[in-house]
């Protein structure tokens, strides 16, 4: 089984701050690497999925890179509205992982 | 519009067992692999069952081996997931979900609790 590290577990940032989030996998997911969004009381929201193509209605603002091992998705300026948890989930081997969050809360 | 809707969830003992539905409308249900997601209170995202589009080939995680059945009625547009013999550590949200589009249901709450 594949796992998937996220790091930080928490960040602390403000509003206009840049993010940084990074998920790190035991072995080669190739770029099969998908990012959601979670906000309390609600299901995840599909952000970016093969490493680095937005979903459909994702602002520009949230971007993937990495492939292999090491992702990173990035928030270029935290809008209100994105303070929530973020996974990373691998479909490059079955059984399908996510990794363990990182939560991203208003300083 | 892509709509995942499941039902089912509830307070159960430790031994019981409950069947979970998710109702599939917006896209070609038999097309696709579902899947079926929990995240225990306060913790993360687990995949606990998976099934194909045709329903020849499914996943069980080792938590849920030998006491989930995940099953599909395409007739039905209709996902489902037979629990069995709960036990207090399967409190959770389930979610239907579709990853090849990123369609989630809104979550069913199960609490196995006495």
């Known amino acids: 089984e594949i796992v998937l590290t996220q790091s930080p577990a928490t960040l602390s940032l403000s509003p206009g701050e840049r993010a940084t989030l990074s998920c790190r996998a035991s072995?080669?997911?190739?770029?099969?690497l998908a990012w959601y969004q979670q906000k309390p009381g609600q299901a995840p929201r599909l952000l970016i999925y093969?490493?680095?193509t937005r979903a459909t209605g994702i602002p520009a603002r949230f971007s993937g890179s990495g492939s292999g091992t090491d992702f990173t998705l990035t928030i270029s300026s935290l809008e209100p509205e994105d303070f929530a948890v973020y996974y990373c989930q691998q479909r490059s081997n079955w059984p399908i992982t996510f990794g363990g969050g990182t939560k991203v809360e208003i300083k | 519009e892509v709509q995942l809707l499941e039902s089912g969830g509830g307070l159960v003992q430790p031994g019981g067992s409950l069947r979970l539905s998710c109702a599939a409308s917006g896209f070609t249900f038999s097309n696709f692999a579902m899947n079926w997601v929990r995240q225990a209170p306060g913790k993360g995202l687990e995949l606990v069952s998976a099934i194909s589009g045709s329903g020849g080939s499914t996943y069980y995680a080792d938590s849920v081996k030998g006491r989930f059945t995940i099953s599909r009625d395409s007739s039905k547009n209709t996902l489902y997931l037979q629990m069995n013999t709960l036990r207090a550590e399967d409190t959770a949200v389930y979610y239907c979900?579709?990853?090849?589009?990123?369609?989630w249901g809104q979550g069913t709450l199960v609490t196995v609790s006495s």
């Open positions: 093969d490493a680095s």
């Open positions: 979900a579709n990853f090849d589009w990123g369609y």
């Open positions: 072995q080669s997911v190739s770029n099969y």
